[in-house]
């Protein structure tokens, strides 16, 4: 079977795959930062005292964790951005927007996990001494939680890696869409769809290196 | 300079503090002694408001701490708090841990704050480890720094709660000296302690709790040699 490869086709469409990745890689960088920002404050959110406070970050997080990821891509390309903007949205924005929500939703939980993980004392210890909440929250617990979330946020960043293929749905334009396009005009099966799956292996063993360095570097309490 | 009336704290339905009325006075020395259970953190932990106060009145330097509307990081900074279990922060060092209060809170510039942490260190004894993890020092040495930042924002008085309980026995007495100097030096401090000697040695007044009131509160001399009330007999004759 390997002895048949079409060398000749894959090296045809070869810049196109790097092309691809480096647009799975770019999507990814961008939609985990985003979600970084957007499940701080959903995470803080839930963890509020206020039930009001809390009522918004619920829904969200129960609403993402709660539905396919695939769905969500197809609402937010198809119905939601369309919708707010009038138009159809860049294949790019809504890429982002659905990873970057999706993503949200499961690092809001890696926080209040963090978060709530840190002894009680700490807290304590910082609003006695005169520290606002967000003042106690900003340089005492949260580094200490990061510290603690670093394997699950490198996890959730392997898991969103690997999820952007699902945006080839809507034709963007990352590694998965030019598989696609390689194999429907070549009428080829292995030679795409074996070589992505090499090229998210090394990104997904490259992340989970670089998270077991920071994890050496920073993870200890 | 703290007066406390009729305070009453439930957790749910547990009533912990049933009428706590009583007077701190500046420069006194109160020791807190009971049986486990009877509400003596509670009660210490309500004055400076890290319990929600149910009812009554905490009054700390003219706030009643109290009211909702109470600036309690204000009140926080002029009355430290040292916890049984230190609570120093783990992820900076001693001088970290002592001078960012003082940065953050007071705005003290951050040569200043620390030079004040050097001193505070070199009192109690701790000059060498200002570089130091909490996690590299011994039990004794974490609660003297957790003194130390307590004392960094210049506080007007300085709670404990039970401060040589988590300590082996070996180490006690490094922190009771510590404390004892603080004594000396004219700091307002309530102590609930297990410590019957420093009560009795230090102790300007000691209050004894039980069953979420101030059963009797007196002069060391008194509660010790000559307690009134049935109940301190009878738990001090468990104690002593
Ligand atoms: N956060 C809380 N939620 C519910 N119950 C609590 C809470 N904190 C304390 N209690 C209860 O309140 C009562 C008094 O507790 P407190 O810690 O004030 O006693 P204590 O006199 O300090 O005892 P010890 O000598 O063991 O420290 C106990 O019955 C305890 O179980
Ligand atoms: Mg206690």
């Known amino acids: 079977?390997?002895?048949?490869?079409?060398?000749?086709?894959?090296?045809?469409?070869?810049?196109?795959?790097?092309?691809?990745?480096?647009?799975?890689?770019?999507?990814?960088?961008?939609?985990?930062?985003?979600?970084?920002?957007?499940?701080?404050?959903?995470?803080?959110?839930?963890?509020?005292?206020?039930?009001?406070?809390?009522?918004?970050?619920?829904?969200?997080?129960?609403?993402?964790?709660?539905?396919?990821?695939?769905?969500?891509?197809?609402?937010?390309?198809?119905?939601?951005?369309?919708?707010i903007f009038g138009k159809s949205p860049a294949a790019m924005v809504s890429g982002i927007v659905a990873l970057s929500l999706n993503a949200g939703a499961y690092i809001a939980e890696i926080f209040r996990a963090g978060i709530q993980s840190i002894d009680r004392g700490q807290m304590e210890a910082a609003r006695s001494l005169g520290l606002s909440y967000s003042q106690s929250m900003?340089?005492?617990?949260?580094?200490?939680?990061?510290?603690?979330?670093?394997?699950?946020?490198?996890?959730?960043?392997?898991?969103?890696?690997?999820?952007?293929?699902?945006?080839?749905?809507?034709?963007?334009?990352?590694?998965?869409?030019?598989?696609?396009?390689?194999a429907g005009k070549t009428y080829l099966a292995w030679e795409p769809y074996l070589t992505i799956a090499l090229m998210y292996l090394v990104l997904t063993l490259l992340l989970a290196r670089l998270v077991k360095f920071l994890e050496r570097k920073y993870g200890t309490v | 300079?703290?007066?406390?009336?009729?305070?009453?704290?439930?957790?749910?339905?547990?009533?912990?503090?049933?009428?706590?009325?009583?007077?701190?006075?500046?420069?006194?020395?109160?020791?807190?002694?009971?049986?486990?259970?009877?509400?003596?953190?509670?009660?210490?932990?309500?004055?400076?408001?890290?319990?929600?106060?149910?009812?009554?009145?905490?009054?700390?330097?003219?706030?009643?701490?109290?009211?909702?509307?109470?600036?309690?990081?204000?009140?926080?900074?002029?009355?430290?708090?040292?916890?049984?279990?230190?609570?120093?922060?783990?992820?900076?060092?001693?001088?970290?841990n002592i001078t960012l209060a003082p940065q953050k809170v007071r705005r003290t510039d951050k040569a200043q704050a620390e030079a004040n942490a050097r001193e505070l260190l070199r009192k109690v004894g701790l000059s060498d480890k200002a570089n130091a993890y909490p996690n590299q020092l011994s039990g004794g040495q974490q609660q003297r720094v957790a003194i130390a930042r307590a004392l960094a924002m210049n506080p007007k008085v300085l709670l404990f709660d039970e401060p040589t309980s988590a300590l082996d026995p070996e180490m006690v007495g490094e922190v009771l000296d510590v404390m004892k100097q603080l004594a000396k030096e004219g700091m307002t401090m309530v102590v609930v302690t297990h410590e019957m000697g420093f009560a009795r040695e230090v102790g300007d007044r000691v209050f004894f709790m039980d069953q979420g009131y101030i059963m009797e509160e007196g002069v060391p001399e008194q509660i010790f040699a000559n307690p009134q009330n049935e109940r301190t007999q009878n738990f001090l004759s468990k104690v002593l």
């Open chain 2, 1 to 96: 300079m703290i007066t406390v009336r009729n305070l009453h704290k439930s957790f749910g339905s547990l009533e912990v503090l049933k009428g706590v009325d009583c007077e701190i006075r500046e420069g006194e020395v109160v020791c807190v002694i009971g049986p486990s259970g009877s509400g003596k953190s509670t009660f210490l932990r309500c004055l400076n408001r890290l319990e929600e106060i149910t009812s009554g009145e905490v009054i700390v330097f003219d706030t009643n701490i109290a009211d909702p509307k109470a600036d309690l990081n204000a009140i926080r900074t002029e009355v430290g708090m040292v916890f049984q279990r230190f609570n120093l922060f783990p992820h900076k060092t001693v001088l970290d």
């Open chain 1, 1 to 83: 079977m390997f002895a048949d490869i079409r060398w000749d086709a894959l090296q045809e469409y070869f810049p196109l795959f790097l092309k691809g990745i480096l647009m799975t890689a770019e999507i990814t960088v961008i939609s985990v930062a985003i979600g970084v920002v957007l499940g701080l404050f959903a995470g803080m959110g839930r963890i509020s005292h206020n039930p009001i406070v809390r009522l918004i970050p619920n829904i969200y997080v129960g609403f993402f964790r709660g539905t396919p990821l695939f769905v969500q891509i197809l609402l937010i390309h198809f119905a939601v951005l369309p919708a």
């Open chain 1, 138 to 182: 900003f340089h005492i617990i949260l580094p200490q939680a990061v510290r603690r979330m670093l394997p699950p946020l490198g996890n959730e960043a392997i898991m969103l890696l690997k999820d952007s293929s699902l945006l080839a749905a809507i034709s963007l334009p990352e590694v998965t869409y030019y598989a696609k396009l390689m």
